[in-house]
């Protein structure tokens, strides 16, 4: 349990079940897909879309990149206990190719942060071919706390359809999980966007989700965690917007 204030795990999945066949009626969708990361984020929208569409018209794809083994081990654990249809592809030979002709044509080395993020853009690009040959939409994974922070990669992870969990924080997510019946494997290892070896969110954003939940959710934080957060949210807002449009005479 937390001290964070919670909804009830129930109802959020029985809405956000509701919600994902009403978003998919709409669109004319027959279903839905995911990546399947081995983390928490995604195995709970995973265990949504099986709740919602059946193992026939769901899928949950595994898009490894030079990815560290826990990942797909984690990944399958989530896929045996929720009984999910399943597929991989190892982006690994793409991303390489890909990187080496970047390099070749930059005029300058490739910033660390710009070769990492080749990886989410990539496995969006994937989701999107198999989605649209299924006739499924594609269900990104970001909660509330990551969609304010702007801890995502524009085009990358933020590339999607639909956001089922983008407005619960991640102690509901947590909540969520459990409900759900994810392995507490996942569950409780420390979140990580997988980028590289040891990567973890709260280390690279400098902030437990905790002191981020805290704040959203209208508790008292310090100044400093306030004005890293405030400043985060502004500095990412162009993450969350569409491209701006230059309207000549206006």
Request: net charge negative.
């Amino acid at each position: 349990m937390t001290d964070i204030p919670v909804r009830n795990p129930e109802g959020l999945a029985s809405f956000l079940e509701s919600w994902l066949t009403e978003r998919a009626r709409e669109a004319g969708a027959r279903g839905g897909i995911v990546g399947l990361s081995g983390g928490v984020d995604s195995a709970v929208v995973a265990a949504l879309l099986r709740r919602c569409f059946g193992r026939d018209r769901m899928l949950a794809v595994l898009l490894p990149c030079h990815s560290q083994p826990v990942d797909a081990e984690h990944a399958m654990l989530v896929a045996r206990a929720l009984d999910l249809p399943t597929r991989t592809v190892d982006l690994g030979p793409t991303h390489d190719a890909l990187l080496a002709s970047l390099e070749a044509a930059s005029p300058e080395p490739l910033s660390p942060l710009s070769r990492a993020n080749l990886k989410p853009r990539l496995r969006m690009t994937a989701l999107y071919a198999l989605a649209q040959t299924l006739g499924y939409l594609v269900c990104g994974t970001g909660n509330r706390a990551e969609l304010a922070y702007g801890y995502f990669t524009k085009h990358g992870d933020s590339g999607v359809d639909l956001l089922p969990l983008g407005n619960l924080l991640k102690h509901e997510v947590w909540e969520l999980a459990r409900h759900l019946g994810i392995p507490p494997e996942v569950v409780d290892k420390p979140p990580t966007a997988g980028l590289w070896p040891g990567q973890t969110d709260e280390g690279e954003m400098g902030l437990s989700y905790r002191e981020i939940d805290t704040y959203l959710s209208g508790g008292d934080v310090t100044q400093a965690v306030r004005e890293r957060i405030e400043k985060a949210l502004l500095s990412s807002e162009h993450k969350r917007s569409m491209p701006p449009v230059a309207i000549p005479g206006a």
